[in-house]
C-alpha cells in the first residue's frame, strides 16, 4: 500500500496570509490526525478527523482549523499566519487501534 | 494531560555498541508508540507497543503499562540509527491524539 502523502512539502509565506495544507492517508484508513513540529515545542497535536468529524482537539488557536473529505483526504488550514506558525506539520493516518503512521510532512516558512 | 518523559535526552555511541532509551509517562494509556525521525523530518514507525514485549531485527521494546514505562533496545548500533528517538502515548484508542516526548538524540560514531 503507498504510505501518507502531503502536498506541498515545502512552503513559504508571509504574515497575514494564509495557507492550505493536504494530505491523503493509507487506503482504508478513515482517520487523520495533524502535528505540528517546531523547535521549542516539539511535537504538538492540533486535531484528529473520523469519517468526515473532528473527534479530538489539541490546544491550539481558532486560526487552526480543518476538514476531511468523504475519501478521507483531509486538509488543514491555518489563516492570518504568524511567525511563530513556522513549523514541520505532520499529518497520520491510522485504521483502528493499530496506531498512527506518519506522511513526510510540509514544512512552513512564515516570513 | 498525560506527561511524558524520555531519558536521556543525548546520547553517543560508537558504532556496535548497544543501547537502550526509556520512556515514562504519567497516567494508564492504551496507546504508545516508537518513532525514528530521519533526517528529513518524516516519523519512521518502530513500534506500536502499548504493553508487552516486541522484536523487529535488531530493535526491541518492552512496555510494563502497570508501572508506567517503556523501554526501547537498540543492538550493535550502526550509523545509520543515529537520528531523534520519540516515545508517543494516547489513552483514547488506537487513533487519539498522541502525546510526545521530546525525544533522545541518537549519534553512531563510526
Known amino acids: 500500500k503507498a504510505g501518507v502523502t502531503q502536498t506541498p512539502r515545502y512552503l513559504i509565506k508571509t504574515r497575514g496570509q494564509q495557507v492550505t495544507l493536504s494530505c491523503s492517508p493509507i487506503?482504508?484508513?478513515?482517520?487523520v490526525s495533524w502535528y505540528q513540529q517546531t523547535p521549542g515545542q516539539g511535537l504538538q497535536f492540533l486535531f484528529e478527523?473520523?469519517?468526515?468529524?473532528?473527534?479530538n482537539k489539541g490546544n491550539f488557536p481558532g486560526r487552526f482549523s480543518g476538514r476531511q473529505f468523504s475519501n478521507s483526504r483531509s486538509e488543514m488550514n491555518v489563516s492570518t499566519l504568524e511567525l511563530g506558525d513556522s513549523a514541520l506539520y505532520l499529518c497520520?493516518?491510522?485504521?483502528?487501534?493499530?496506531?498512527?503512521?506518519f506522511g513526510p510532512g510540509t514544512r512552513l516558512t512564515v516570513l | 494531560g498525560i506527561q511524558v518523559e524520555q531519558s536521556p535526552p543525548d546520547l553517543i555511541l560508537q558504532e556496535g555498541a548497544n543501547s537502550t532509551l526509556r520512556c515514562n509517562f504519567s497516567?494508564?494509556?492504551?496507546?504508545l508508540q516508537w518513532f525514528h525521525q530521519n533526517p528529513w523530518g518524516q516519523l519512521i514507525n518502530l513500534f506500536y507497543i502499548p504493553s508487552g514485549t516486541k522484536q523487529n531485527g535488531r530493535l526491541s521494546a518492552t512496555t510494563v503499562a502497570t508501572e508506567r514505562y517503556s523501554l526501547l533496545y537498540i543492538s550493535s548500533s550502526q550509523t545509520t540509527d543515529s537520528g531523534v528517538y520519540f516515545c508517543a502515548v494516547g489513552s483514547g484508542g488506537g487513533a487519539d491524539g498522541l502525546t510526545f516526548g521530546k525525544g533522545t538524540h541518537l549519534i553512531i560514531q563510526p
Open positions: 487506503s482504508g484508513h478513515r482517520s
Open positions: 497520520a493516518s491510522s485504521p483502528a487501534s493499530r496506531g498512527q503512521f
Open positions: 478527523y473520523f469519517s468526515e468529524t473532528q473527534r
Open positions: 497516567d494508564s494509556v492504551n496507546n
